[in-house]
């Protein structure tokens, strides 16, 4: 059975001239352009969805096909198709699908019975073929239309590329090569209706938050390692069409928490991903972390900070200078941010993450409950060794101690599931209190950094500037006192049973 491999990146119409002057460097022939319907079945439930399984019929000219599509093996970024099925009108025929597992799944009458459509494209395409020489064959195809749903609907603009025939190297290659050339970001989750809704740009209305899926103990470690990326690349993707459009401060923390979550979930797993590819990743997320976190700091001093010192003062004060200058620096701040989102560099950034961090082939014979205690309580005695030493910390080692908590802390998130919850929800809380301390804390730091980046020479700017800096003076006695406790209150093991 002859597997053919896709991958489906999303690409802003803007770019749609650029991407085609490029493909038809790089392609041989013209490149033909027609129009192409497809209706994609599940259940009521999207119980194929949850699966990672797509069924569709596509029509093309007069002729209708169907095509099953599931996760490929050689990597779960990429969606495997093994048949396409002439059909006869626009009806679906399950059994003549060749692969028996497949077959009987669809097959099975609760399935069976239940599919119905659950949305259709209709869009105008235009593909090119590549041939490297070596024997591998590839399909690039632009695709521009409208998917509709019940009740949503939406414009797609999407890039295609399918290995035909060859090694999926090859299809690495080629993406990250146009990735590097236009901002083209891969389409997560896999799944045709999460393609599909994701790539309209229909599910950004609302931050998305962290929702981990359930890891098992069944789970090898290289499985559990896609799953967990594949959900962080999800929470990040969701939030970056909120960042551009700027209408709730909340998409750029939530895309921010995102990054510290991936964060996290490369420490656990650092001993099984190749060093090379992940010292070539890590600068980049740096950078992409520094953008926002530029513009989630002053989005902290305005919303947080500057109400709370205004209205401790007496008489009240809007700190009205401050809070003009302040502005400023966020348009600046959001400007860099929204640039770097939209930038070719991004795009690369996502694709090395999905494509070249792949952990290594033992890894798959690990035992998922073991090997992540053993990292954990190996991680959490580094943090208990900074905790006890808490009055002797220099201000870079305190900064080291959150970061190690913010860490342990997504990291007991993602794999509380695997272990006794009464102890790991516990010690979980411990965690999530002293990151808001360590963060409040954290906060007078970074505003007087805001403060110190500030002109010196209006007199009410220099007046607000110090009310400011006087009032985060006071208010930081009490955390200390309360990180202290919450510090000595951290037990010496994990409890991880």
Not at 179 to 203: D, E, F, K, S
Request: aromatic share 6%.
């Amino acid at each position: 059975m002859d597997l053919e491999s896709t991958l489906t990146l999303q690409l802003a119409p803007r770019s749609n001239v650029a991407f085609r002057r490029l493909l038809g460097r790089l392609a041989q022939g013209a490149a033909p352009s027609f129009t192409q319907v497809r209706v994609y079945y599940d259940t009521p439930s999207q119980a194929l969805y949850q699966r990672g399984l797509s069924l569709c019929l596509q029509q093309q000219a007069d002729q209708w096909q169907q095509i099953v599509q599931w996760p490929g093996r050689v990597h779960p970024a990429l969606m495997q198709s093994a048949q396409r099925i002439t059909v006869a009108e626009q009806a679906l025929a399950l059994d003549r699908i060749s692969s028996g597992k497949v077959r009987r799944l669809l097959l099975r009458p609760d399935l069976a019975t239940a599919l119905e459509p659950l949305f259709t494209i209709r869009s105008q395409c235009q593909c090119w073929l590549l041939d490297d020489g070596l024997g591998n064959r590839l399909q690039v195809c632009l695709e521009q239309g409208v998917v509709k749903g019940k009740p949503w609907s939406g414009k797609l603009n999407q890039v295609q590329i399918t290995l035909l025939h060859g090694h999926h190297e090859s299809l690495f290659a080629l993406v990250l090569e146009l990735a590097r050339a236009l901002p083209l970001q891969p389409v997560l989750p896999a799944g045709a209706a999460g393609a599909c809704v994701q790539a309209a740009g229909i599910a950004a209305s609302v931050p998305v938050r962290a929702v981990p899926p359930i890891v098992s103990r069944q789970m090898s470690t290289t499985q559990a390692w896609w799953v967990l990326l594949q959900e962080v690349l999800c929470h990040l993707q969701g939030n970056v069409a909120g960042v551009l459009a700027d209408h709730d401060r909340e998409f750029t923390h939530q895309a921010r928490v995102a990054l510290h979550r991936l964060r996290a979930l490369q420490v656990v797993f650092a001993s099984m991903l190749p060093d090379r590819a992940w010292r070539r990743i890590k600068p980049e997320l740096q950078w992409l972390s520094q953008c926002l976190g530029q513009l989630r700091d002053v989005d902290v001093f305005l919303a947080e900070t500057l109400p709370a010192v205004g209205a401790g003062l007496q008489p009240a004060d809007n700190l009205t200078s401050l809070r003009s200058a302040m502005l400023v620096r966020r348009e600046q701040s959001h400007q860099a941010a929204h640039a770097a989102l939209i930038s070719p560099r991004y795009a690369v950034l996502l694709l090395q993450l999905l494509l070249r961090l792949q952990p290594s082939a033992a890894g798959s014979a690990l035992k998922l409950r073991r090997f992540v205690r053993h990292t954990l309580n190996r991680r959490w005695r580094g943090l208990i060794r900074l905790a006890r030493q808490w009055k002797r910390l220099s201000p870079e080692q305190k900064h080291d101690l959150r970061k190690r908590a913010k860490k342990l802390r997504y990291a007991l998130e993602f794999f509380i599931p695997l272990y006794s919850r009464k102890g790991g929800q516990r010690t979980l809380k411990q965690l999530q209190q002293l990151q808001l301390a360590l963060g409040s804390m954290n906060d007078g730091v970074v505003a007087h950094a805001l403060l110190s980046q500030l002109p010196a020479d209006d007199a009410a700017l220099k007046r607000d500037r110090s009310q400011v800096a006087d009032w985060l003076a006071q208010a930081r006695p009490d955390n200390q006192a309360a990180l202290r406790r919450m510090l000595k209150q951290l037990p010496r093991k994990l409890p991880l049973q």
